[in-house]
């Protein structure tokens, strides 16, 4: 992946001179070692303020989701196993993020050359899972709305579940490889790695133009479909036509696909402009700033869900007060108001019908 500048935390190379003239390294003892930025203790204080409370609300956040979906089997449905996988995705870039934010502070790096190889192809993962999720969810909605009478035999649990893991093993093996094919530190106190021209042009059409393409292609037809299921819908509405079980589906699924639309969109929002900058080669401040942009996606997710799933706000609320430890909890109906109690023995081994919101 073309993500340089993200996983060397800027310009590592910035000198600078104290009141005595003298520059500063990152390891003093070492010859070898890389020159520090300098960064006043006000700015880095407000900076790692700044990040680990990012930090803290993206793993909060997206672990009420995992914890939700996992655990309420209503949920259970192949557009949430993929929101659930996303989920992941944005949990594991909140728990790296304090690990980032102190080189992009500290412009050096203090881990170690193991933990350098091993950061630089987690977080390589974790960015392209996120992208294939995205790619997932999108061909998921495009199938659920554009060809509805297909979507129980085409998308199941088990083709689903199949997709994810593939995702995340190809995801894997290509930043492992990347990384070790690549990684290379010019001095010590630097976790980096350099590309060439081609590689660069290479990684950025593979795993961002070509995936942003077919998710934007892919979206565009379906908001096109919607809208022409809206207005038939508006139309029998008007005409004082009840709606059959089929419409109100179309109109459940339309919502459903609007809702992820607008997931996709902040995460192609807050990566194509680091991206654009990324090549042009702008100053560190700018790729600094925008790296700040970056890590804020995965904390936006779950403040999505929040306002357009009714059943997010529900499970939050029997998660934060514990009731999910209560008996058969996880068989609660949370697509109607009630107050909780647990289902009788008779419920259980009842077939569950899921709940068109739970799409």
């Given at each position: 992946?073309?993500r340089?500048?993200l996983?060397?935390g800027?310009?590592?190379?910035m ?10 390294y ?13 960064r006043s203790r006000h ?20 672990l009420?989701?995992i914890i939700?979906?996992s655990?309420f089997?209503?949920?259970?449905t192949p557009t ?10 944005d ?11 102190s080189?992009?502070i ?7 050359d ?8 987690i ?10 999720n995205?790619v ?17 035999q085409?998308?199941t ?6 997709s ?9 093996t290509y ?10 530190n ?22 961002f ?17 919607v809208?022409?299921q809206?207005k038939?819908?508006?139309t029998?509405?008007k005409g004082?036509?009840c709606?059959?079980e089929?419409s109100?589906?179309?109109?459940s699924?339309?919502?459903?696909a609007?809702?992820?639309g ?11 402009p ?10 560190s ?11 804020s996606?995965s ?14 706000k ?9 009731k ?5 909890s996880s068989?609660?109906n ?14 259980e081994?009842?077939?569950l ?7």
């Open positions: 992946l073309f340089n500048k996983l060397t800027g310009d590592s190379h000198a600078y001179e104290t009141e005595d003239h003298e520059t500063r990152c390891f003093p003892a070492i010859n070898s070692s890389c020159i520090k930025g300098k700015e880095s204080n407000i900076m790692y303020m700044f990040f680990s409370l990012l930090s803290a609300w993206t793993v909060f956040l997206n009420l989701v939700s979906i655990h089997k209503k949920l259970h949430n196993l993929l929101i659930l996988s996303l989920a992941v995705a949990m594991l870039i909140g728990l790296v993020m304090p690990i980032d934010a080189r992009l500290e412009t050096c790096w203090y881990f170690g193991t933990f350098c190889g091993f950061f630089l192809v977080t390589g993962l974790i960015i392209s899972a996120s992208l294939s995205l997932l969810i999108s061909v998921d909605r495009y199938v659920a709305v554009c060809h509805p009478l297909l979507y129980p085409k998308i649990m088990t083709k689903t579940l199949i994810i893991c593939l995702s995340w093993v190809f995801s894997s930043s492992t490889a990347f990384v070790i094919s690549l990684r290379t010019m001095c010590y106190g630097e976790c980096s790695f350099m590309m060439d021209f081609a590689w660069r042009v290479t990684d950025l059409f593979m795993c133009i070509f995936p942003c393409i077919l998710i934007i292609s892919l979206y565009l037809k379906i908001f096109y479909v809208h022409q809206v038939v819908i508006n029998l509405m004082g036509k709606l059959n089929g109100v589906r179309r109109k699924e339309s919502k459903a609007l809702t992820l607008i997931i996709v969109t902040v995460y192609l929002l807050c990566w194509i680091y991206y654009i900058c990324s090549i042009s080669g702008v100053s401040t700018t790729i600094n700033v925008l790296t700040c942009f970056v890590f996606n904390g936006l997710n779950p403040m999505v869900y929040a306002l357009f799933y009714p059943w997010f529900k499970t939050v609320k029997l998660i934060l007060t514990l999910i430890f209560q008996a058969a068989l609660v949370i697509f109607t108001e009630h107050q909780f109690t647990p289902p009788i023995k008779t419920y081994t009842k077939q019908q899921i709940h068109p919101e739970g799409i």
